[in-house]
C-alpha cells in the first residue's frame, strides 16, 4: 500500500509498505480522505516527529475487525464508515476524570498505524473503542476529514468560556480561524470580529458570519478595535498565529475580565513576556487550548451534521495521494487556501 512519508520538511515521498496485520481487538479501514493539518507545516513540530508518514485527519471504511471483537458485541461492522482520531485516552486515569484527555499518558501514546496518508490504516483497540466515531451514512467522507480540526475548535470555544452577549476577536483566518468563525455563535459570542492580513481570507470570514475583519496590513489593530468594542476590546481572543508576538497582540486586545485563548504553540525558541500587573488589575484570563478529546470530536460531528461546518466551505482543494508533496506545500503557503484534503481512490 502507498504512504506518504516526511522525512524532513523539504522531503516528503511516496513509498509503498505491507499493509499492516490487525491483532484481535484492532480494526483495519480502507482510507477514503484524509486532510492536512495546518499544524503539520510548522517544521519544527513535524521534524521532530520525522520520519513519520503524515496525516492524523482520516476517515475511511471498515474491512477488518480483530476476531476476539465478534466476542465483544462491537458497536462496528465491516463496511462502516468512520473517523478515527489519531490518539484515544484511557478513560481511567486522574487526567481522564477531569475531562483533561490530552494529558492521558495514553492519549499521549497511542497512535494510528502507521497514520493517517496511507491507503490502509490500522486502529489499534485503545483508539477503536475510546474514539473511533460511526460517520452518519448522509455525511460525505470529505465532511468527515473535518471532524478532528473542529475538535479542536469546539474545545478552544469551550475553554474560552464565553458568555452570552460576547464580543470575539478571531486573529489569523486560515481554516482554524475560519472554522472559529463559524462556530463562535454556537457558543455564545454575539459579535465577531476577525483579524488577518490576506484578503481571501477577511473575505471568507464575512462570508462565514463575522461582523467586522480588520485588516492589519492596512489599519491600525488596535484602533480599529477600539473603534470597533467602543473602546471596552474583545471579550474573547482567540489567536491563531504560532508566535509568541501573535500571544502578545491578543493581550493587548482583550477586554478587562476577558480571556485570551493560545490556540498554537509558539517557536520553540521563543519566550513570552508578560507584564504581570497588567493582566492582574485587568482580571485578564490567559488559557491554552492543545488538540482535543473524545468529548470534542462527538460534539464536533454534530456541528458537521447539521452543516455548521462543511467541506463544502472549508476544503479548497483536493489531492491524490501521489500529490501529497503538492498538498503540503500549498497548506503551508495558505494563502488562497483553507482546508487541503488527499482523497483515496472511488471519492464519494
Ligand atoms: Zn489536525
Ligand atoms: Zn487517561
Known amino acids: 500500500m502507498k504512504v506518504a512519508k516526511l522525512y524532513s520538511f523539504s522531503d516528503i515521498r511516496i513509498e509503498d509498505i505491507p499493509v499492516p496485520q490487525i491483532g484481535s481487538y484492532d480494526a483495519l479501514i480502507k482510507t477514503k480522505a484524509c486532510g492536512i493539518c495546518s499544524g503539520d507545516v510548522m517544521p519544527w513540530y513535524i521534524e521532530k516527529k520525522a520520519p513519520v508518514v503524515l496525516g492524523h485527519e482520516p476517515v475511511g471504511e471498515i474491512v477488518e475487525l480483530g476476531s476476539a471483537l465478534y466476542h465483544y458485541n462491537t458497536p462496528f461492522s465491516v463496511g462502516d464508515k468512520v473517523f478515527v482520531h489519531h490518539h484515544a485516552p484511557c478513560l481511567n486515569c486522574k487526567y481522564c476524570n477531569r475531562g483533561d484527555y490530552v494529558q492521558c499518558n495514553t492519549w499521549q501514546n497511542t497512535k ?12 489499534p483497540e485503545t483508539n477503536l473503542k475510546n474514539d473511533t466515531l460511526k460517520l452518519p451514512e448522509t455525511m460525505s467522507y470529505e465532511d468527515g476529514t473535518l471532524i478532528e480540526p473542529t475538535a479542536c475548535v469546539v474545545k478552544s470555544l469551550k475553554r474560552a468560556s464565553i458568555k452570552e452577549g460576547d464580543t470575539i476577536l478571531i486573529i489569523g483566518l486560515g481554516v482554524m480561524g475560519q472554522m472559529h468563525v463559524l462556530l463562535a455563535r454556537e457558543f455564545g459570542a454575539k459579535k465577531i470580529i476577525g483579524a488577518d492580513m490576506i484578503q481571501f481570507r477577511l473575505n471568507k470570514a464575512l462570508e ?3 461582523d467586522h475583519v480588520i485588516d492589519i496590513s492596512k489599519e491600525n489593530f488596535i484602533d480599529r478595535l477600539k473603534d470597533l468594542t467602543n473602546n471596552f476590546m474583545a471579550d474573547i481572543v482567540i489567536v491563531g498565529p504560532n508566535s509568541a508576538s501573535a ?14 485563548v493560545f490556540f498554537t504553540p509558539a517557536r520553540p525558541d521563543e519566550m513570552l513576556t508578560i507584564d504581570p500587573n497588567y493582566i492582574y488589575f ?3 484570563n490567559i488559557v491554552t487550548s492543545y488538540s482535543c478529546g473524545p468529548d470534542d470530536t462527538k460534539k464536533a460531528l454534530r456541528f458537521i451534521s447539521k452543516g455548521i461546518v462543511t467541506a463544502g466551505k472549508l476544503v479548497t482543494h483536493r489531492f491524490a495521494i501521489e500529490e501529497t508533496e503538492k498538498a503540503y506545500r500549498l497548506t503551508a503557503k495558505a494563502k488562497d487556501s483553507l482546508k487541503c484534503i488527499i482523497e483515496f481512490g472511488d471519492r464519494q
Open 112 to 123: 494510528i498505524i502507521p497514520g493517517g496518508i496511507s491507503e490502509y490504516i490500522l486502529i
Open 282 to 284: 485587568r482580571d485578564i
Open 208 to 210: 462565514f458570519g463575522a
Open 247 to 260: 500571544m502578545q497582540q491578543g493581550i493587548k486586545a482583550v477586554a478587562s475580565g476577558g480571556t485570551v
